[in-house]
């Protein structure tokens, strides 16, 4: 009897358990990152899918930053559990799947969902200073910015916008398409 190979016991072993040198030097290259590179790619992210929720579905978007400003709190409870579990899922999916292919894209697709989800509560915190789109995208793009400059609290701060945001869209979704609200 032959002695199993490294690459077959390799392939049984959760990914968890491997040794990757590559993806901890692109870990520590994004963690290591600089505020203003990171500060830099949020408010993009904000401008970009922000701008286009208000140039494709501007009343949508409004119903959406409305339920965020009415009713924070039942959006923060629907939101907070719902990016808590994206998040968690994310590490479960990184930690016990041995495909890389898989880990990549399941951890990219969920993490890209609560990103776009989550702008509605970047854009509610603009409406709180203007009703126009312009105005109201231009404070969501700035205080993505500065939720992306801060060290230890923006990540903090980030959560919880987010939250109130995906908690709209969950709102949203349990009134259903046709309702005004």
Known sequence: MT??????????????????????????????????????????????????????????????????????????????????????????IAMTVTERTLVVFAVVASLLVAVVVSVPGYLAIGRLVADDWLPALGVAVAVSAAVGAVPTLGPLAGFLISSFGIGTVVMGLGHGRGSAT
């Open 3 to 92: 002695p199993p190979s490294i690459a077959s016991y390799e392939s049984s072993v959760p990914v968890a358990l491997h040794d990757f040198d590559d993806i901890e030097t692109v870990i520590d290259a994004v963690a290591g990152s600089p505020w203003f590179v990171q500060s830099t790619i949020a408010g993009l992210l904000t401008l970009g899918i922000g701008g286009l929720l208000i140039a494709t579905a501007p009343a949508g978007t409004r119903r959406r930053t409305d339920r965020a400003l009415e009713d924070p709190l039942t959006a923060f409870l629907y939101g907070c559990p719902i990016l808590s579990g994206v998040i968690g899922l994310s590490l479960l």
